[in-house]
């Protein structure tokens, strides 16, 4: 799915001579553009399915009386014309869609393991799902808190058509000083901020707020024995059972993590905060950064 194109205009209101599809970044600098890019005519276009980073071109053409210029931010690349013309490029890293895009791949490697080993006895085949599951609910777990810290940028950098007194950047700004790593209590801080009470009973924020919480049992895990109910049946592992499907091998005698790794459980983690991304971007007005690009249809269907 190829990204439109985008036509610049310059400050002063008349366009500019540039054709612009906006271009992926890696890093907040200030960088010459290479030389190829300022030649007449020259077109470096690159398309991408998913790119997942953002630059902003700052564009100069010197051959106006007026310095001119244009700063897009977005995925793409750049066609520049005109007698001559210079320009320079700050670039802004966006690692929410390649924390989910990790998450994503191990579910899919996660269901070719479930899927080559359907008729399988319980044995070594499920140390991969050891392996692949976690990294769906860590890697989801992150593209939930990196997709906070992102619409917290993008309004600072007013890309979001969102109304931002002084006041309200000052605390905006608090937010992404926030080191707390409360990626659901930053979203909740930040709809309020707006003047939006989140709705916490809906599904799509209880299942993200699960998956936090399941990210976080598995970066701090504390091992317990098959006896202690407290944390096999305990109120994380009880609230997980009613939204993912328990492995046939721990059916009758549940252990926590264990029972939960299954591609369902992966998929869970990667389609929640697709939900999630969703739901809170039409309750601020913002874009959905991560919903475009239409992940979901990229997972299997369990098959029962």
Known sequence: MDAPFHTASTRSGHPSRLLVLLLPSRLIRRQPVPPELARPLVHCIRRGRRPAKQRRWHLTSK???A?????????????IAGPSASATVSVRPN???NHLRAAMRAARSAYEVEQNNVAAEFGPWFEDMLMLVPVSIVMAGAALEANANEIVQ??????????????RKQLVIDLKEDRSGNSMDKYRRLALLFDKVPSKGEAAWQSAELLVKFRNALMHFKPAWDHEKDVHDGKLATALRNKIPTHPAYQTSFQFPHGYMTYG??????LGVLAFSKAFSAL??????LGKWQLSSELPTPVS
């Not at 993008?154 to 006041?167: F, K, P, R, W």
């Not at 459980?265 to 990667?270: D, K, P």
């Not at 601020?284 to 950064?289: E, F, H, K």
């Open 284 to 289: 601020l007005g913002v874009n959905d950064s």
């Open 95 to 97: 690692f929410a869609l």
């Open 265 to 270: 459980c992966a998929r869970w983690s990667v």
């Open 67 to 79: 310095a001119r210029t244009a700063d897009v931010v977005g995925i793409g690349a750049v066609a």
């Open 63 to 65: 051959s106006d009386k």
């Open 154 to 167: 993008n309004i600072l950098d007013g890309s979001t058509g969102l109304s931002v007194t002084e006041a």
